[in-house]
């Protein structure tokens, strides 16, 4: 040290508050940085909540849709089993007319 140590620990503190200026000034830009990428963040998840209410709202009607089409085919498979049975009832009609012909 010379003559004068309380200048030379000002200048050392100088220097320490000068570099801690630096750094603060280096985490103030980051942090910046994150807050920009924070609010970027903050509109996608935005978008995307958007989207799943669309998502949502599309899969109620998919499966109001469904309920539909699965009523039509239960009434699809009665109306088969009915036609079905049209060979069998042909035969008992043309034994009725056969017997009442044949009387």
Request: charged share 20%; hydrophobic share 45%.
């Amino acid at each position: 040290m010379g003559l004068n140590p309380v200048g030379e620990i000002l200048k050392r503190a100088d220097k320490t508050l000068a570099s801690a200026n630096v750094t603060l000034e280096t985490v103030g830009g980051t942090l910046t940085t994150v807050e920009g990428t924070l609010t970027t963040v903050e509109g996608t998840l935005s978008s995307v909540d958007q989207r799943m209410t669309t998502v949502d709202a599309t899969l109620a009607a998919t499966n109001e849709v469904l309920g539909q089409v699965q009523g039509l085919l239960t009434e699809l498979a009665e109306e088969i089993a009915l036609v079905k049975q049209l060979p069998e009832m042909k035969a008992m009609l043309e034994q009725i007319h056969a017997a009442v012909v044949g009387t």
